[in-house]
């Protein structure tokens, strides 16, 4: 779009969108530093607002062919920020201002050389950072050692492995491509990690029914045990049976959110098998959500985020990818079908994963849909086992909630299965 305008036009927009970010984080840090008294303040408004231009400045020129213009202008801005924080910086040692008025001359630069949409999200990531100070501290206050190493191990799987993985198959069949295989990894336990952090940050607060939500993105397998066990002590607040049933309701959810990103083809079939169940697992959880009083304490699940099982899990999905293409030559998307649902017993995750790497002509969608509503019955199934051990009696109404989706679930199949053989 910027192309079609003038030159003098384009010139104009890039060095004023350089001007607009530095506005944004001036008013951002005057609004934080109000309260100090005239004169203590090196930069407000104005002064961020200035050097959002000489950054745009800075770039424009320097996309003109005077990059060496640009980089004196730059470096001449740092050199009076680096004179006039320096007393600041050895009195109070708080580095978030020097540092917030770089980042907004890099920014502004960006915006200078072309790059517009990138300084534009820059600009509004900054600001965001800087105005959720308190927000951030807390957080960082209510981490432990145990919250850092998941961090790590997440960064290791995700950053420090994915670039370097070549994208192409090779294997047994030519059903393994390295980045293809590992960026699942990183999918799955990503969603495991941000549910954590989110149980971290609002478990204790919202109580038992928030870990129910939280948890279910990411194991409602391990908050159905978590719960059912407390249920069956007398450390009950009274709210476990729907956090029980909404943590399934969740699972619903997570489901048809991996299909569509792994194995959209089958994602409208799977949507008219589940959706049935899914109405009904909210209606049930909610029902008992009504019905009891809310737990302050939460129960989080363990921390998801190990090297180990993560490991498991690449194991378990490429043998299942060789597996599948053997069964398509030997027999057929029949044979698929049933591998899918075998699998998904174990793994939902897994049976998901497989179908989205099939070929289209390896198995219909329904088909797929159909085997991987199976898996959905066989973990639900083991959850209303789990409820019932660990929480006797005082489990009948969340078991109630989860067989009642089952049965409707079930129903589901065997519609979409008589339709698919008539």
Not at 90 to 97: E, I, L, M, V
Not at 262 to 290: E, S
Request: hydrophobic residues 55%.
């Amino acid at each position: 779009m910027i192309e079609s305008l003038d030159l003098w036009a384009q010139h104009g927009l890039r060095v004023g969108v350089g001007l607009v970010v530095g506005i944004l984080v001036g008013l951002e840090r005057g609004f934080k530093l109000k309260d100090q008294p005239d004169g203590r303040r090196v930069a407000g408004v104005r002064t961020f607002s200035l050097l959002g231009l000489c950054g745009g400045i800075a770039g424009l020129i320097g996309s003109m062919g005077q990059a060496v213009v640009g980089a004196v202008l730059m470096l001449g801005a740092i050199g009076m920020l680096a004179i006039a924080y320096a007393p600041k910086l050895k009195a109070k040692g708080d580095a978030t201002s020097p540092v917030a008025a770089i980042a907004t001359l890099g920014i502004a630069y960006l915006a200078g050389n072309g790059l517009i949409g990138l300084a534009l999200a820059a600009g509004a990531v900054l600001v965001l950072i800087l105005a959720l100070r308190d927000e951030l501290h807390g957080f960082v206050d209510r981490l432990d050692q145990r919250d850092i190493k998941s961090l790590a191990r997440f960064a290791v799987i995700s950053l420090g492995v994915l670039p370097f993985l070549p994208n192409e198959s090779f294997g047994p069949y030519g059903a393994w491509n390295p980045f293809t295989l590992w960026w699942v990894v990183v999918l799955v336990t990503g969603f495991s990690f941000v549910g954590y952090i989110a149980n971290r940050l609002f478990g204790a607060r919202h109580g038992t029914i928030a870990t129910a939500l939280i948890g279910g993105a990411y194991s409602s397998t391990a908050v159905t045990q978590s719960l059912a066990q407390r249920l069956g002590t007398n450390e009950s607040g009274g709210a476990e049976p729907a956090g029980i049933a909404l943590a399934s309701a969740v699972m619903y959810l997570r489901v048809l959110v991996l299909v569509g990103i792994l194995a959209n083809r089958m994602l409208a079939p799977l949507a008219v098998i589940i959706a049935p169940a899914l109405v009904v697992a909210w209606a049930a959880g909610w029902w008992l959500y009504r019905s009891a009083p809310t737990s302050k304490d939460s129960v989080p699940p363990g921390n998801p985020i190990a090297i180990v099982p993560a490991l498991t899990f690449l194991a378990f999905v490429a043998g299942a990818a060789v597996a599948a293409r053997w069964a398509q030559g030997q027999f057929g998307e029949q044979g698929i079908a049933i591998l899918l649902f075998l699998m998904g017993s174990m793994d939902v995750d897994a049976s998901i994963v497989t179908a989205g790497g099939l070929p289209e002509a390896a198995i219909g969608s329904t088909l797929a849909a159909i085997a991987i509503g199976g898996t959905v019955v066989a973990n639900m199934g083991v959850k209303i086992g789990v409820t019932l051990a660990y929480a006797r009696a005082k489990g009948g109404s969340a078991a109630l909630a989860l067989g009642a989706s089952t049965l409707v679930l079930v129903g589901s199949l065997i519609v979409a299965w008589l339709r698919l053989e008539a």
